[in-house]
């Protein structure tokens, strides 16, 4: 894919969270994320085009992008899930790689729900680049206890719809082009990775979507243009962000730490 995309004149490449060795929710160690840099390196260069990877590693989720011209910059999931955070704590700095097409943001999945993520964005890219491993919940999830399945259970079932809600908010609160890139088959159970990757543009308008599984989604865009309207979240989303920040810090915990890997 990466060929093809450059082939097409592609400047910048996402690949989905977990994209090496595949998203997983258990430890790892550093082989994938050795392995996966190399590789990344050595694409970059070979086809003459910026290139963000999803990576699993010992400490989290990373988002890592690598140029042509050898620069590198890594970034950390800063808001792990639920269950991510029984794993991995949580990344503490924000992103900004200054390449040669522009300055690009570095965003992973669950980091979209939170304003902490976008608003040090606002005005300093051009670009913000998002890769994810975003499930479709057609019920709640059965790792959750009771209690937190049934007070939170209706906002993660409405999670996928309300991710596609924030994306082009998102891009006209920051003033950037947004890049997302999803997971596609099979997640756990009855559920899947949602899929359905897209390009919106500054003022949050869709130039291209992925059409089921489709692997490469391509558009042009222009740069940044002056941040819009400060982004807001329903009350039942700002309770449940509330939840969901505690949780990446360590302050909401459940279970026992490991477990069976099941379920976000």
């Known amino acids: 894919m990466v060929a093809r995309a450059a ?3 592609a400047d910048l490449i996402v690949l989905p969270e977990g994209y090496v060795p595949g ?3 258990r430890e790892v160690d550093e082989v994938p994320l050795v392995e996966g840099r190399r590789w990344l390196g050595e694409a970059a260069r070979r086809h003459r085009v910026h290139i963000a990877l999803g990576v699993m590693s010992p400490s989290g989720s990373l988002l890592e992008l690598a140029g042509p011209e050898g620069g590198r910059w890594s970034y950390r999931k800063r808001f792990p899930t639920f269950r991510e955070a029984r794993y991995w704590g949580p990344g503490e700095q924000v992103v900004i790689a200054e390449t040669s097409i522009g300055r690009v ?3 992973l999945c669950a980091d979209l729900m939170q304003g902490a993520t976008w608003r040090p964005l606002i005005g300093r890219v051009d670009l913000i680049a998002m890769a994810a491993a975003w499930p479709h919940y057609s019920a709640p999830p059965d790792h959750l206890p009771a209690v937190v399945r049934q007070a939170l259970g209706p906002v993660f079932i409405a999670s996928n719809p ?3 809600q924030l994306m082009p908010q998102v891009a006209r609160a920051v003033g950037a082009p947004l890049v997302f890139s999803n997971a596609t088959g099979p997640f756990l159970g009855r559920d899947h990775f949602a899929g359905g990757a ?14 089921g599984d489709r692997a490469l989604v391509l558009a042009e865009v222009t740069g940044a243009t ?3 309207a400060p982004l807001k979240h329903p009350v039942g989303w700002r309770t449940f962000n509330a939840l969901h920040r505690w949780a990446a810090a360590g302050r909401f915990r459940y279970g026992r730490r490991g477990g069976s890997g099941e379920g976000r």
Request: glycine share 14%.
């Open 105 to 107: 943001g570095l965003v």
């Open 162 to 164: 309300y991710r596609e």
């Open 7 to 9: 082939a097409r004149g």
């Open 23 to 25: 998203y997983q929710l």
């Open 198 to 211: 897209a390009i919106f543009d500054a003022d949050g308008r869709e130039l291209a979507r992925a059409e």
């Open 226 to 228: 002056p941040p819009g």
